[in-house]
């Protein structure tokens, strides 16, 4: 089964870059790194995927090293409203074509004025 | 844009009680998700349905928690009887492609269920 480690917990200030490295030494060929934001009381919300090197969109990037045995959310300028979970996931090959996505604990980032 | 429906919103039973869950995915998603979140803790994937199809159920409860998805479109979950321990936010999830390698899921608010 493919796992992920991240920090259980991150602290910032508002207008800094967050970066959050998650560690997946069990990744597959085929898999793809994922990350999720989820406030309280609120489902997951996708933020970013990527395969390798690196990936950016219009709320993230996401770097990802040429062994894919880890990746990186960058956050650019956090602010209050940044203060979430932050989930890394790899896909993981369950039997025949099922992928299982393992969730972890994520990481809670605090974003301080 | 378009969102996952789920209701009801909050739910307290009493335990060893029916309950049940609703989920509508968006329109065209043929993959959805059933989780268990706990608070503190990371989603657990529940079941997942490809079309009407259940593709995998290995985390699920099958003595107390039974899903459906009769017409390939919305789903029910549901727990009889409901324990102590079943109290948790239980979320809905739906995605186009199914075992594709890529993963978006788009989620629903939650059920936040409370068992006394």
């Known amino acids: 089964l493919a796992k992920t480690t991240q920090p259980i917990s991150m602290d910032s200030y508002e207008g800094q870059e967050v970066n959050i490295t998650c560690s997946h030494n069990n990744i597959a060929t085929n898999d793809y790194i994922t990350w999720y934001q989820q406030f309280p009381s609120q489902g997951p919300r996708f933020i970013i995927q990527?395969?390798?090197?690196?990936v950016t969109n219009e709320v993230a990037s996401l770097f990802i090293p040429a062994d894919r045995k880890s990746s990186t959310l960058s956050l650019p300028r956090v602010s209050l409203s940044d203060t979430a979970v932050y989930y890394c996931?790899?896909?993981?090959?369950?039997?025949?074509?099922?992928?299982?996505?393992?969730w972890g604990l994520g990481t809670s980032l605090a974003v301080n004025p | 844009e378009a969102e996952v429906a789920q209701s009801p919103r909050y739910k307290i039973t009493e335990k060893s009680q029916a309950v049940a869950f609703w989920c509508d995915p968006i329109?065209?998603?043929?993959?959805l998700y059933w989780y268990r979140q706990i608070l503190g803790q990371g989603p657990e994937l529940l079941v997942q349905f490809q079309d009407e199809s259940v593709v995998d159920d290995s985390q699920l409860p099958k003595d107390r928690f039974s899903a459906e998805r009769l017409k390939g479109v919305d789903s029910t979950l549901k727990i009889q009887p409901a324990e102590l321990g079943d109290s948790a936010m239980y979320l809905c999830?739906?995605?186009?492609?199914?075992?594709?390698?890529?993963?978006?899921?788009?989620f629903g608010p939650g059920t936040r269920l409370t068992v006394t």
């Open positions: 999830a739906s995605s186009f492609l199914g075992t594709s390698v890529y993963y978006e899921q788009y």
């Open positions: 996931l790899v896909g993981d090959r369950g039997a025949g074509n099922n992928r299982k996505l393992i």
């Open positions: 329109s065209g998603h043929a993959t």
């Open positions: 990527g395969y390798k090197t690196k």
